[in-house]
């Protein structure tokens, strides 16, 4: 679901995982992690970096 969300959001604005990972400081591998579901649990602080990216609160990944 968060993974889900995260890449929408991320293609909506037209964005690489590469480019998320610098205006987040999230690296490019845990961004890819987390969207293809390959990570059982991602801290909040990361939802935090991510959700200011896109102007999101962490509670809308969920």
């Known amino acids: 679901m ?9 293609e909506t604005e037209k964005m690489s995982q590469e ?3 610098e205006k987040s400081n999230v690296s490019r591998t845990t961004i890819h992690l ?14 935090q970096k991510l959700a200011v990216v ?5 509670k809308d990944f969920f």
């Open 2 to 10: 968060q993974g889900e969300r995260l890449k929408k959001w991320r």
């Open 19 to 21: 480019e998320l990972a």
């Open 34 to 47: 987390i969207e293809s579901g390959q990570s059982s649990t991602v801290k909040i602080r990361t939802l």
């Open 54 to 58: 896109f102007n999101k609160q962490v």
